[in-house]
């Protein structure tokens, strides 16, 4: 059974970056055919994607946020990191990482999600 | 603004069936690409309910379906049950832009 957990800090304060962790078990991200995304919500409001890293490396970030996002994965371990310049309060939110198939490009098992808090 | 348009409530009594839309555009769902459907309830993970417009992963009922036309789609819930009341996310994927995921911006079921 696939499993993801997303750790980070609660916490950031305007302006900073915030780094995010995905680790997963389950799968390779050096499999063919597999990829981690990054999926938030803000309190109240509805999902938004953030961004994909396919197996061969490839990443995609969505177009509003594109300048903002990093995704790496870990070399060493089933970690995938996702990085986010310049934090302002509206980017408060849970972010969740989750299992991609690209055949389908759906989320078929998600992390339990990480609430972000952006202090002013 | 989301890329897909979901009306943003619905309701039913329990045993009556529902269905919550989603459209999209040429871009999305008219461009061939698969539509997914998310259940979500509060302070838990978003659950793949339908995936690739109408199959449902193994342990969800059947009482759970999907259909896509053009550039919408649907999910249809029968026999509404109380535990059904959650937020349903359509999703499928955006060929603009350099290509990107897109979901609606959801619908909350009151059963």
């Known amino acids: 059974q696939i499993t993801l957990k997303e750790s980070g800090p609660t916490l950031v304060k305007h302006t900073q970056t915030l780094t995010l962790t995905c680790s997963f078990s389950?799968?390779?991200?050096?499999?063919?055919?597999?990829?981690v995304g990054w999926i938030r919500q803000p309190p109240g409001k509805a999902l938004e994607w953030l961004g994909l890293?396919?197996?061969?490396?490839?990443?995609r970030y969505s177009p509003s946020l594109k300048n903002r996002l990093t995704i790496t994965r870990d070399t060493s371990k089933n970690e995938v990191v996702l990085t986010m310049t310049n934090m302002d309060p509206v980017d408060t939110a849970t972010y969740y990482c989750?299992?991609?198939?690209?055949?389908?490009?759906?989320?078929?098992?998600w992390g339990q999600g990480t609430l972000v808090t952006v202090s002013s | 603004q989301s890329v897909l348009t979901q009306t943003p409530s619905v309701s039913g009594a329990p045993g009556q069936r529902v269905t919550i839309s989603c459209t999209g555009s040429?871009?999305?769902?008219?461009?061939?690409?698969?539509v997914h459907w998310y259940q979500h309830l509060p302070g838990t993970a978003p659950k793949l309910l339908i995936y690739?417009?109408?199959n449902r992963p193994s342990g969800v009922p059947d009482r759970f379906s999907g259909s896509k036309s053009g550039t919408s789609a649907s999910l249809a819930i029968t026999g509404l049950q109380a535990e059904d009341e959650a937020d349903y996310y359509c999703?499928?994927?955006?060929?603009?832009?350099?290509?990107?995921?897109?979901f609606g911006g959801g619908t909350k079921l009151t059963v």
């Open positions: 690739g417009n109408n």
């Open positions: 040429s871009s999305n769902i008219g461009a061939g690409y698969d």
């Open positions: 389950a799968f390779s991200l050096y499999t063919s055919g597999e990829a």
């Open positions: 890293i396919y197996w061969n490396d490839e990443k």
């Open positions: 999703q499928s994927y955006d060929n603009s832009l350099s290509g990107s995921v897109v």
């Open positions: 989750a299992h991609s198939r690209p055949r389908y490009h759906d989320f078929d098992f």
